[in-house]
């Protein structure tokens, strides 16, 4: 991601819940996956926004989306779909799903008779969006006029997708990426790195979070947690459920948005929390989201086959997916830390 700020710890936790929620998303827990999906995408956007800043050389700016973003796609989306190419070798799927790794596509279900389905980039459909949201901000957002405009743009064009363009049988980067603009820039201009806004908007944001960071307000922050969990609850409620990766975003554009706001600042104000609490794991799991973002799946199956077998109330089968989706993520850690001592590229090249 470019120009990365100094490693903040709050920003490690939140990464880590981030993460944690997608991972319970995933499990589609019973009544809970409105609530879930209302945020659990947009939390990364913002964060993302937050971390980046626009660089003054276009060749630095290259570099650092090629080898933190790029490089680390590739490899990962390659070894989760090799088992797809050799299947498929000889039906022409291993090039279609070639085909729709490089220009975003997730999954294409009905294909034909004799490809029922061709696999793309799958949950990295994420990095791909993220990917053409730095770009757009690296060349579009050179005053704050430019950047309005552009994220509006934006907007207009994920209404116009939905709308114009059927999409029941794929997923896409693209249109997913214009409906979360919105997320990645205001998270950038929420940075003390953004140049959009002024100096003494930056000064008075970073003196909130340092005040926030304070152990006598730690009982306001969890209030606040309560307070915007509870309307994020609500709105998703009455909106529904939301699938950014389709181009879904429930009953209302305007529901989602203020319930992914809520559940997002929900998430900042639980990670402000915790700040002053320093883990290891916590920063692995951090460096390692999108190694646990792309093999989740594979390791949950079977914990989920378990827990769906039992046919537990909402309340019960909320609890144990989520603890299964914690289990899941800290199963990750070993793995990380392989990569980050032998091979750093599969991590962006980051460390802790």
């Not at 901000?137 to 950047?147: H, K, M, V, W």
Request: hydrophobic residues 55%.
């Amino acid at each position: 991601m470019p120009s990365l700020m100094p490693r903040q710890n709050w920003i490690d936790w939140m990464k880590a819940f981030g993460m944690v929620i997608i991972v319970w998303g995933h499990c589609f827990p019973t009544g809970l996956t409105p609530f879930i999906y209302a945020f659990s995408v947009p939390v990364f956007f913002l964060v993302s926004g937050y971390l980046t800043r626009h660089e003054a050389s276009n060749g630095v700016f290259w570099s650092k989306v090629f080898w933190t973003l790029i490089v680390p796609y590739l490899i990962l989306v390659s070894l989760k779909v090799a088992g797809y190419w050799l299947k498929h070798l000889d039906d022409g799927g291993a090039l279609y799903s070639v085909a729709a790794i490089l220009t975003g596509v997730g999954v294409v279900k009905d294909f034909s008779a004799t490809l029922p389905s061709i696999s793309g980039c799958g949950n990295l459909w994420y990095v791909y969006a993220l990917v053409l949201m730095i770009i757009i901000f690296q060349y579009c957002s050179r005053s704050r006029y430019s950047i309005i405009v552009v994220t509006g743009i934006c907007i207009v064009l994920q209404l116009l997708f939905v709308k114009l363009v059927p999409h029941d049988n794929y997923s896409w980067a693209l249109p997913a990426a214009f409906g979360a603009m919105p997320f990645f820039v205001l998270g950038h201009c929420l940075s003390p790195k953004c140049a959009l806004t002024s100096e003494n908007f930056k000064l008075r944001m970073s003196s909130s979070l340092e005040a926030a960071k304070r152990s006598d307000k730690r009982y306001v922050l969890l209030f606040l947690v309560i307070v915007l969990f509870a309307i994020t609850a609500s709105v998703s409620h009455f909106n529904g459920e939301a699938w950014m990766y389709r181009g879904e975003y429930g009953n209302s554009l305007i529901l989602f948005y203020i319930a992914a706001l809520t559940g997002s600042a929900a998430v900042v104000c639980l990670s402000l929390m915790l700040d002053a609490i320093r883990s290891r794991l916590v920063s692995y799991i951090s460096i390692g989201t999108l190694v646990i973002l792309t093999f989740h799946r594979d390791v949950m199956h079977p914990l989920l086959k378990i827990i769906d077998k039992q046919q537990f109330d909402m309340a019960t089968n909320g609890m144990l997916t989520l603890l299964a989706s914690i289990g899941v993520t800290l199963v990750f850690v070993p793995v990380i830390l392989f990569l980050k001592r032998f091979l750093p590229i599969v991590l962006g090249k980051r460390s802790v």
